[in-house]
């Protein structure tokens, strides 16, 4: 399994278009939100297959990064504790 770091902005933010977004990276099963707009997922798919896959629910003007990630990794303050946990125990 891969993990891939997901980072996304859209060019209007907007609730009724996040919401959903953040249920089609859900159904990827094994993820972690990072910050509002990025997170890591673990997943057979290639970087590509998830960039497309997600794009579907992106409009005009929005940007999506999709990209490899391993451990070692490190951040201050940008997650919480369960989150940082589980990234910790998580990445390899």
């Not at 919401?19 to 859900?26: A, L, N, S, T, Y």
């Not at 707009?37 to 629910?57: E, H, Q, Y």
């Not at 999506?64 to 989150?83: D, H, K, L, N």
């Amino acid at each position: 399994m891969k993990q891939l770091i997901i980072i996304f902005e859209f060019k209007v933010e907007n609730l009724h278009r996040q919401v959903p977004f953040k249920e089609m990276i859900r159904k990827y099963g094994r993820f972690a939100f990072i910050t509002n707009n990025s997170c890591v997922i673990w997943t057979d798919d290639t970087a590509a297959m998830v960039r497309d896959n997600l794009k579907t629910g992106m409009g005009i003007g929005d940007k999506i990064f999709v990209g490899g990630t391993s451990a070692p990794a490190a951040w201050v303050t940008s997650v919480g504790q369960e989150v940082s946990d589980y990234l910790q125990k998580n990445l390899k």
